[in-house]
């Protein structure tokens, strides 16, 4: 049974930093797409990044480029989201996901789904 737990959400001033961090388990990742969603309230679900779990392409939102980076530790099954220069907009409630196949960034091709990690930025 696949399982994503993420961590390392909490409350951060306008600039700060957070790195958010995904376990998953449950079986291979190899053939595997690895992304991160956030919701706010009251929007929708909508891309943040992702990688392949066992190549080199990565894929960010416009909204994040340049502020946030996607990684992975194959051995340790753990995929992070470091979230540098965040805004108060940044705001919500992200998700770690896994989808077999090709790069997507549609929340519902995605199979495999984490409990989520509240992230809250102050202005």
């Known amino acids: 049974q696949v399982q994503l737990v993420e961590s390392g959400g909490g409350l951060v001033q306008a600039g700060g930093s957070l790195r958010l961090s995904c376990a998953a388990s449950g079986r291979t990742f190899s053939s595997y797409v690895m992304g991160w969603f956030r919701q706010a309230p009251g929007k929708e679900r909508e891309f943040v990044a992702a990688m392949w779990w066992s190549r080199g392409n990565i894929y960010y939102a416009d909204s994040v480029k340049g502020r946030f980076t996607i990684s992975r530790d194959n051995a340790k099954k753990m995929v992070y989201l470091q979230m540098n220069s965040l805004k108060p907009e940044d705001t919500a409630v992200y998700y770690c996901?896994?989808?077999?196949?090709?790069?997507?960034?549609?929340?519902?091709?995605?199979?495999?789904w984490g409990q989520g990690t509240q992230v809250t930025v102050s202005s």
């Open positions: 996901a896994a989808r077999y196949g090709d790069y997507d960034a549609i929340p519902n091709h995605y199979s495999y």
